[in-house]
């Protein structure tokens, strides 16, 4: 059974940081692009940033770019999203969600949830003074 997890939320003020993991079970993420999404309290979900199964091509949304960072760990079946200067948009539920189309390398396509699969839990993460 193919499943990923995620960890690492929490609750955090303003101008924090986080990292959240997203772990692979059942299958190795070597072959697999995999994307961050986040969906806040009546909000569609929104595509955060991907990374390519090498980890050479990344991808963002405009709204993290230059404060959050994917990257990923294959030895250790596991992707790792550090989101730094958090502000209170960014409290959602993240998720992260695997590929084997090749869509690191076009933000549109990056951030499409139809091209995933294999959605995990979620962690959730509050930005909150």
């Known amino acids: 059974q193919f499943e990923l997890v995620e960890s690492g939320g929490g609750l955090v003020q303003p101008g924090g940081s986080l990292r959240l993991s997203c772990v692979a079970s059942g299958f190795t993420l070597d072959d697999w692009t995999i994307a961050w999404f986040r969906q806040a309290p009546g909000k569609e979900r929104e595509g955060v940033s991907c990374i390519d199964s090498s980890g050479s091509t990344t991808n963002y949304a405009d709204s993290v770019q230059g404060r959050f960072t994917v990257s990923r760990d294959n030895a250790k079946n596991t992707v790792y999203l550090q989101m730094n200067d958090l502000k209170p948009e960014d409290t959602a539920l993240y998720y992260c969600?695997?590929?084997?189309?090749?869509?690191?390398?076009?933000?549109?396509?990056?951030?499409?949830?139809?091209?995933?699969?294999?959605w995990g839990q979620g962690t959730q993460v509050t930005v909150s003074s």
């Open positions: 969600g695997s590929t084997q189309v090749i869509v690191a390398t076009n933000q549109a396509a990056c951030l499409t949830s139809l091209f995933y699969a294999n």
